[in-house]
């Protein structure tokens, strides 16, 4: 009893450094947080309703939202790419905020809503005046699963107001496509390749849409160019999807009549061929001979092709002389062209789509 006694000061003192210890690995974490969302997990402010040519924007997409109204003030927030994630991957959050009410001067902060997310919150400054319109870009790392995103706009210590936002984290053997076509593209293609197959997944976007910050294409497995311009992309857009590509990614990049367009806006760096102009193709041999099986007739009209020259990787489909598909390694990923606009004919009456897909998707470039 007496060295129990004697010790018990002793045990007050260590229970007192081990709670300050651990109040300070708190401060730590938070502190790391703060400093990562302002210079690794960059974010960027955005005024909507500016000229669309100034660097550093990512414009609005008919992407699900979720979104509240309060004080005259309403936050939209979207979580993942069409609110999807992937597990083990960083993701984008994009908030949108307006104000119809009194200029406020304030922060959004974003997080997810769990109860150990303490440190676990991003924030930006946002002032708002009458009628201002901003859009802000958050990089989340996916720790915390399927947890609810929340985003709240707070004010001289007051929330104003805040909306919740859900996502479905897919799994890593689950892939996303972000296909970048017209609106008013045939997307037969693309609903062909997913029928039947819900480990795949497509979201729809136009280059106005493509995210402008490292790590936030990193849940995309793919993305494809088909049938759209890339003409306005940003420096920004094209430094993020050239490091997408680099650590990992696979673009897709097709020609047809609108060659010019796809590649108006991508780096030169990325492309394995030098586009030069566009022929009619008279046989399907040589997609015969890519598939491996009879890929059906052509339609009545003739298909319009892009020819290449300066090819820089795998002919896969056709010859040098006449390439269809070229594939090449770029960083740790790949960047495969097809001379073909997969939102055209053949494709849109073929049924072989899902074995075009699964070849121009699975073969080893050089």
Known sequence: ?????????????????????????????????????????????VELGAKKDQPNQEWPGPHAQSSATQNGITISVTAGIDNLTKMGEWFPVTV???????????HVIV??????????????EADLGHGAKKRLLFILSNQFGNA??????????KTLVKVVSRHTQLTPEDKLIIAITDDNANRQFFK??????????????DQHDLPFRDNALAPASFVVISGASTGSLTKDQQGALSNWVASGGHLIVCGGPGWNKSIAGLPKELLPVQSSGIKTLSSVGPIDDFLGVAA???PASPIPVTSASKIQGKVIAGDKSDPLVVTRDFGLGKVTW???DLTMEPFTSWRVNPTFWNRITQTQPI
């Not at 949108?96 to 009194?102: K, P, Q, W």
């Not at 062909?192 to 976007?205: H, L, N």
């Open 1 to 45: 009893m007496r060295v129990a006694s004697r010790l018990k000061p002793f045990m007050v003192i260590i229970l007192i450094f081990l709670a300050v210890g651990m109040a300070g690995c708190a401060v730590s974490h938070t502190a790391s947080v703060s400093m990562d969302s302002g210079v690794s997990q960059v974010q960027q402010e």
């Open 96 to 106: 949108i905020i307006e104000n119809s009410g009194e200029p406020v001067k304030g």
């Open 111 to 124: 997080g997810p809503l769990a109860v150990d997310n303490q440190g676990a919150t991003y924030r930006q």
């Open 148 to 157: 609810p995103i929340e985003a709240a706009f707070i004010s001289k210590n």
């Open 192 to 205: 062909d390749i997913t029928a039947d197959r819900p480990a795949i997944k497509v979201s729809y976007m």
């Open 296 to 298: 059906g007739t052509l």
């Open 338 to 340: 097809i001379a073909l």
